[in-house]
C-alpha cells in the first residue's frame, strides 16, 4: 500500500496511510501515515470496536487535511488492551492450544462449505 501511496502522490491524488507496520511504511516514504500499535491485521482498530475504528480513520481525514510537510506521522492514542499484545497476541500455549485447533477447525469447515456452495452454482 505504501508504494500504491507514492504512486498516487506523484500523480496528484492526496493519500494516507493507516498502518501498524511502522518501520516499514516509513521508510516506503508515504506522504502522509496515520499509526496504530496494534498487531498487523488491524490498523483502523479492534475488531467491532466500531467507535474506535471512526475514530482512527476520522484522524486519517484530520491529516488528510492538516499536514503540511511531507512523511508526516500521527501516531494514534489507543491501546490493543492492558497487556503487552506483542507478548501475548496470537500465542499458542498448552493451555490454548486446543481451543485454537477447534477455531481452526470451524473456520476451515466454513470455508469448506462456502466453496462447496459457490461450485454448485449457489455462490456469487
Same mark, same amino acid.
Given at each position: 500500500?505504501?508504494?500504491?501511496?507514492?504512486?498516487?502522490e506523484?500523480? &496528484? !491524488?492526496?493519500?494516507?496511510?493507516?498502518? %501498524? +507496520? /511502522?518501520?516499514?511504511?516509513?521508510?516506503?516514504?508515504?506522504?502522509?501515515?496515520?499509526?496504530?500499535?496494534f498487531?498487523?491485521?488491524?490498523?483502523?482498530?479492534?475488531?467491532?470496536?466500531?467507535?474506535?475504528?471512526?475514530?482512527?480513520? &476520522? !484522524?486519517?481525514?484530520?491529516?488528510?487535511? %492538516? +499536514? /503540511?510537510?511531507?512523511?508526516?506521522?500521527?501516531?494514534?492514542?489507543?491501546?490493543?488492551?492492558?497487556?503487552?499484545?506483542?507478548?501475548?497476541?496470537?500465542?499458542?500455549?498448552?493451555?490454548?492450544?486446543?481451543?485454537?485447533?477447534?477455531? &481452526?477447525?470451524?473456520?476451515?469447515?466454513?470455508?469448506? +462449505?462456502?466453496?462447496?456452495?459457490?461450485?454448485?452454482?449457489g455462490?456469487?
Open positions: 500500500m505504501s508504494l500504491v501511496s507514492r504512486h498516487l506523484a500523480n &496528484g !491524488m492526496p493519500t494516507v496511510v493507516i498502518g %501498524s +507496520a /511502522r518501520d516499514i511504511v516509513e521508510e516506503c516514504g508515504v506522504a502522509r501515515f496515520v499509526y496504530t500499535d498487531p498487523l491485521g488491524n490498523p483502523c482498530g479492534k475488531p467491532w470496536d466500531a467507535d474506535m475504528q471512526r475514530a482512527i480513520v &476520522g !484522524m486519517a481525514f484530520d491529516l488528510l487535511e %492538516s +499536514a /503540511r510537510f511531507p512523511r508526516t506521522t500521527v501516531q494514534t492514542p489507543f491501546t490493543w488492551g492492558d497487556e503487552d499484545w506483542r507478548a501475548s497476541y496470537s500465542r499458542v500455549t498448552a493451555e490454548n492450544l486446543a481451543e485454537l485447533r477447534a477455531a &481452526g477447525d470451524r473456520r476451515r469447515a466454513a470455508q469448506a +462449505a462456502v466453496r462447496r456452495q459457490h461450485e454448485a452454482g455462490g456469487d
